[in-house]
């Protein structure tokens, strides 16, 4: 026996060391379960209350067993041979044991030797190097449960896995990067969405994965900027639609990782959103576009305007609405057949498109409307608009063999001018675009606010216009026709008044135009010539045979039995048809020239005398006068106002007269107020003037006083008629 183990075997003998009451304290103040097994014996000493609930041990020294007892794998069984061999181990590993409940525990088992103090030497020595008269006399055996703490792990794991998987399956490509932009985890997703090698990311290359991103993105720059202020706010959150170099659009969400309250990183959502722009956008095109001409349509045409008019507001601006509607188009769509009909609406949106400039829309509304939104437009740009817009689409069109001219009708309104908003201006455009239909088509017209009063109020007053007719509110004023030679009168014109009792005193500019619109100025009419047909008739059996004018519209004038209404009336009231004139408008003679020629013809038949009404308004021009028994033409007081002092009004009225002495016509001088133009007329050699000069219209009672006064013995002036 060497002299270690005979130390060894001597210091067994002295049985249990002092020290033992002391380590069997300090083991039951331990939480965790532990035991003492004696060296020599390999006897388990004593087990505290967690080793005894853990593995249901009970009892004391001998009768509890031996350390193998509890634990019995190879690796223990080895380590208490080495013990009672005399070593001195330590042994510090994970292994499994069966718990009282029979469950399989994970436990690390960690079993030193316990050292008498007194016999501590002053520096630790490893227990295996120890002297052998050292070797210990009992060992502690501390289970560490680790079950708990497995089980977390695998938990964690499990979720892992589960995370990944979800991730892995979302429809997004996602980003996780921490606070310092590194990269934490990515989907596959995420490299399939940016076109990305997926080495980049697997290799941890983040600087390249970032350059892929900034590289593919359309415009890098604001790209930068917006990551820059995310990066600056940790916990902001952020909705962009990023537009990629390859045509890809793709919707970036991203929030901020939060643990524990505060931002630890950021998560990147990428959803590639090509296929739904692009069906948004097929979807927008089919709703705001034109089939047949692939214009813009009405939709679009209101969402262009309120953009028209915020930039207008915005940088106090004006713009112009054109409306554009095709003359007699039904005509082409009834002759030629509807395809035809569409043809030339695509022939005409290719000549409307060549009047544009840059920023200019054209939008087709329907049928064979089109309304165009001139940018920064005054009243001369909307005109030279218009202007290229009938020229371009007045030039001829030959479509299979046929060959015809097609004109349109434009209305404009003006902002800021004619409307605060869309709809206000789509409608003055509009009637204004009537009103050019009205003045003989082929034209255009801007909204006049009086002229083109709200409907509403329009269909009001030709309701009142009706009711007035059967309550026998209208009456008849006359104008003195003065010949400017003698003096005398001549005639009296017959002008329409009306007092309604609840508007008041309209003018006839106002309800003429209105019923004009409506159609009612048919019946309006026929009630004036009959009435002023029986005045002269009248005035003729009490021995005052006076010309009576009457107004006569072009509505009117057009009525197949107009004709016949005239020589109906003349003859009930015995009235020789050269003592009524008719006033006509420049407009009838333009419009339909050969039915006018023969109405003209027969009414002049009749020995009705005919008077072209404010000459020098319309479109009249030399050549037909001469086809049309016209005896008088009456200059537009818009002309006489200037003269004599207006130059180029003082040119007019001298070169009408010249004309009309040339065409053997009179020449009658409309709204004469001042003495000086009566000189001017007089010298120039017109024949006849109208004005509140000599006097306004009269109502029949003071018109035939005047007359009585004016051919009293003494006065120069008389009664004549021509
Ligand atoms: P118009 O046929 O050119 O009639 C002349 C207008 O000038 C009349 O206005 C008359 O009162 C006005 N006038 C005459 N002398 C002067 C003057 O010295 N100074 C000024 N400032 N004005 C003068 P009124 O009566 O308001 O009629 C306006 C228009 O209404 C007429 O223009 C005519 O176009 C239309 N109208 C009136 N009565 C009838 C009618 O019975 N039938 C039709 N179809 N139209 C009518
Ligand atoms: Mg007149
Ligand atoms: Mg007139």
């Known amino acids: 026996m060497t002299r270690v183990a005979a130390e060894a075997a001597r210091s067994r003998r002295r049985g249990p060391p002092a020290e033992l009451a002391a380590w069997q304290s300090m083991l039951h103040s331990l939480a965790e379960p532990a035991w003492i097994v004696d060296a020599r014996s390999l006897a388990l000493v004593d087990l505290n209350d967690a080793a005894r609930k853990l593995l249901g041990r009970g009892g004391t020294g001998a009768r509890i067993g031996v350390a193998t007892d509890l634990i019995d794998t190879p690796e223990d069984q080895a380590f208490w041979a080495d013990v009672r061999s005399g070593g001195a181990p330590r042994l510090d590993s994970e292994t499994t044991l069966v718990g009282a409940d029979g469950r399989l525990l994970q436990v690390v088992r960690r079993i030193a030797p316990l050292q008498r103090p007194a016999a501590r030497p002053p520096h630790p020595l490893p227990a295996r190097d120890l002297p052998s008269h050292h070797a210990p006399s009992h060992y502690l055996v501390q289970l560490h449960d680790r079950s708990e703490q497995l089980r977390q792990q695998q938990e964690r794991e499990t ?6 998987a979800t991730l892995e399956s979302t429809a997004d490509g996602i980003l996780v990067t921490d606070l310092a932009g590194r990269i934490r985890a990515f989907n596959r997703r995420f490299a399939v969405i940016w076109g990305m090698p997926e080495s980049l990311l697997e290799r941890h290359e983040d600087d390249a994965v970032f350059d892929w991103m900034r590289r593919s993105v359309g415009d890098p720059h604001a790209y930068q ?10 916990l902001a959150r952020a909705t962009e639609t990023l537009q990629l170099l390859s045509g890809q659009t793709l919707e970036m969400v991203t929030q901020p990782q939060v643990c524990r309250g505060r931002p630890i990183g950021r998560v990147w959502a990428f959803r590639d959103r090509t296929e739904i722009v692009a069906a948004d956008r097929r979807i927008e095109t089919l709703i705001t576009t034109d089939a047949l001409t692939g214009l813009p349509n009405r939709r679009h045409l209101g969402d262009a305007l309120e953009l028209a008019l915020a930039h ?4 106090h601006g004006g713009f112009a609405v054109l409306l554009l509607d095709l003359d007699r ?5 009834d002759s030629l057949g509807s395809d035809a009909g569409d043809r030339v609406l695509l022939e005409v949106t290719a000549r409307a498109k060549t009047c544009l400039r840059q920023g200019d829309l054209l939008a087709r509304l329907g049928g064979d409307q089109f309304a165009l939104v001139v940018h920064r437009a005054d009243q001369r740009g909307a005109e030279a608009a218009a202007a290229r817009l009938l020229d371009a689409i007045g030039r001829g069109y030959a479509f299979e063999g046929n060959q015809f001219t097609l004109t349109c009708s434009i209305g404009i309104a003006l902002y800021p001018g004619d409307g605060h908003d869309g709809g206000e201006l789509m409608r003055h455009a509009e009637t204004a675009m009537q009103r050019a239909k009205q003045g003989g088509r082929a034209a255009f017209r801007f909204h006049q ?3 083109d009063a709200d409907l509403r109020a329009r269909m009001r007053l030709d309701h009142a216009m009706r009711q007035a007719l059967v309550a026998r509110r209208f009456r008849l004023v006359y104008q003195p026709q003065i010949e400017i030679g003698s003096g005398a009168i001549v005639g009296a014109e017959a002008l329409m008044r009306w007092r309604d009792p609840e508007l008041g005193e309209v003018p006839p ?10 159609g009612f100025i048919i019946a309006l009419g026929d009630w004036v010539l009959g009435h002023a047909v029986r005045q002269a008739a009248q005035w003729r059996s009490k021995g005052m045979p006076l010309k009576v004018a009457v107004n006569v519209s072009a509505l009117q004038f057009q009525q197949a039995d107009f004709v016949d209404r005239v020589a109906a009336v003349l003859r009930e009231a015995d009235l020789p048809g050269a ?20 109405r003209l013809y027969a009414l002049s038949s009749l020995g009705v005398k005919l008077a072209i009404d404010d000459f020098g308004t319309g479109y009249s021009s030399l050549a037909y006068l001469k086809r049309f028994p016209i005896g008088k033409l009456k200059i537009d007081r818009s002309f006489i106002r200037g003269v004599p002092a207006d130059d180029s009004d003082a040119g007019i009225v001298r070169a009408v007269i010249q004309m009309a002495r040339a065409l053997n016509l009179r020449v009658n001088a409309e709204g004469v107020e001042s003495e000086a133009q009566r000189h001017f007329l007089a010298q120039e050699g017109c024949d006849e003037l109208q004005g509140f000069l000599f006097a306004p219209a009269l109502d029949p009672l003071s018109f035939e006083q005047r007359l009585a006064s004016q051919a009293a013995p003494g006065r120069h002036l008389r009664v004549v008629s021509r």
């Open 159 to 164: 979720l892992l896995t589960e995370l990944q």
């Open 225 to 234: 900027r917006q990551l820059v202020a995310l990066q600056e706010s940790t």
């Open 312 to 315: 207008a507001r915005r940088d």
């Open 329 to 333: 188009f039904k005509q082409i769509n």
């Open 449 to 451: 606010p009086n002229q």
């Open 509 to 518: 500019t106002q309800f003429i135009a209105v019923a004009e619109e409506s």
């Open 579 to 598: 003592l009524l004139e008719l006033e006509l408008t420049e407009s009838i003679l333009v419009r339909g020239a050969g039915e006018a020629l023969q």
